[in-house]
T-cell receptor, first 113, second 110 residues
Framework: ETGVTQSPTHLIKTRGQQVTLRCSSQ?????VSWYQQALGQGPQFIFQ???????GRGNFPPRFSGLQFPNYSSELNVNALELDDSALYLC????????????FGPGTRLTVT | KQEVTQIPAALSVPEGENLVLNCSFT??????LQWFRQDPGKGLTSLLL?????REQTSGRLNASLDKSSGRSTLYIAASQPGDSATYLC?????????FGAGTTVTVRA
């Protein structure tokens, strides 16, 4: 059974640029959630996708957007990057519309300069 | 809005000592609570999941309790080892998302 994978592992972007992060969910999981973790803090919920539809959203501006594909993989897009967007971005997948245990990927470390 | 607090923020113990990590939450309307381990710069590894109807869960040296009515959970790690050094996060699940505490960073000294 393949776990949750994310790409890229690290990336560096300049303020104002756009970035796309990718996540492949664990086999059999139809729900993907994205979290942002700033240094020294707990992860903050960005949004969740269930069967290709956004199922809930945290307190993040519209420049954070996402997609889920028919194979349940997902993308997180961030436009007009700001310095405060520098963080570890975590993807989690779960079965049953998110009702059960969530399994996290290794994360993508984004640095905005 | 769900607020999750973890005390202490950091903990240093000698090898062999038992660890007690605390988590409190403000809204008792939760579906479950998960404890995670995070190594520096890495993702989250799920340790234990407690459903809202359960009082505790055990896995090896780990035991987690849940008192939903008082908004508290405790993670016990027996006979700590240097390999247990990490940050431990608790998270409660509401309708569709996890709300996390800031974590307790544990150092086990050999």
């Amino acid at each position: 059974e393949t776990g949750v994978t994310q790409s890229p592992t690290h990336l560096i972007k300049t303020r104002g640029q756009q970035v796309t992060l990718r996540c492949s969910s664990q086999s059999g999981h139809n729900t993907v959630s994205w979290y942002q973790q700033a240094l020294g803090q707990g992860p903050q919920f960005i949004f969740q996708y269930y069967r290709e539809e956004e199922n809930g959203r945290g307190n993040f501006p519209p420049r954070f957007s996402g997609l889920q594909f028919p194979n349940y993989s997902s993308e997180l897009n961030v436009n007009a990057l700001e310095l405060d967007d520098s963080a570890l971005y975590l993807c989690a997948s779960s079965p049953l519309g998110g009702a059960d245990e969530q399994y996290f990927g290794p994360g993508t470390r984004l640095t905005v300069t | 809005k769900q607020e999750v607090t973890q005390i202490p923020a950091a903990l240093s113990v000698p090898e062999g000592e038992n660890l007690v990590l605390n988590c409190s939450f403000t809204d008792s309307a939760i579906y479950n609570l998960q404890w995670f381990r995070q190594d520096p710069g890495k993702g989250l590894t799920s340790l234990l999941l407690i459903q809202s109807s359960q009082r505790e869960q055990t896995s090896g040296r780990l035991n987690a309790s849940l008192d939903k009515s008082s908004g508290r959970s405790t993670l016990y790690i027996a006979a700590s080892q240097p390999g247990d050094s990490a940050t431990y996060l608790c998270a409660v699940r509401g309708d569709y998302k996890l709300s996390f505490g800031a974590g307790t960073t544990v150092t086990v000294r050999a």
